[in-house]
């Protein structure tokens, strides 16, 4: 019997936890990241759109046959919030959206 302890099944469970706690703050806490949306010049509810993509990446990335989407995903949300902080020189905050896509990577490479 294969075990579902898998170095690609942790590493996608660690990634779709991840992403789901972002969803999560995006969704809900609303003062910090809507002003951040604002100063960056996003939409008034872009906050709410990253935030049901990163739940959808999350959800593609618990269940094995739709990891490798899940993961693509994740890495483009993580991709356009690097973009997003670095055009405004906010590098420090670029540190946890690439260690994020570093996980989505091994996910990748892992499934």
Same mark, same amino acid.
């Given at each position: +019997?294969?075990?579902?302890?898998?170095? %690609?099944?942790?590493?996608?469970?660690?990634?779709?936890?991840?992403?789901?706690?972002?969803?999560?703050?995006?969704?809900?806490?609303? %003062?910090?990241?809507?002003?951040?949306?604002?100063?960056?010049? =996003?939409?008034?509810? +872009?906050? #709410?759109?990253?935030?049901?993509?990163?739940? #959808?990446?999350?959800?593609?990335?618990?269940?094995?046959?739709?990891?490798? =989407?899940?993961?693509?995903?994740?890495?483009?949300? +993580? @991709?356009?919030?690097?973009?997003?902080?670095?055009?405004?020189?906010?590098?420090?905050?670029?540190?946890?959206?690439?260690? =994020? @896509?570093?996980?989505?990577?091994?996910?990748?490479?892992?499934?």
């Amino acid at each position: +019997m294969a075990s579902i302890f898998t170095a %690609g099944n942790i590493v996608a469970f660690i990634a779709g936890c991840l992403m789901l706690t972002g969803a999560f703050m995006n969704a809900v806490e609303k %003062g910090r990241f809507k002003d951040d949306y604002k100063r960056w010049g =996003y939409p008034r509810r +872009m906050h #709410l759109i990253t935030a049901a993509l990163e739940a #959808l990446s999350a959800v593609l990335l618990f269940w094995p046959p739709t990891r490798l =989407y899940g993961a693509i995903l994740g890495a483009l949300v +993580m @991709l356009a919030a690097i973009a997003t902080v670095v055009r405004h020189r906010e590098h420090r905050r670029a540190i946890p959206p690439i260690v =994020y @896509l570093v996980l989505l990577g091994a996910v990748i490479a892992l499934n």
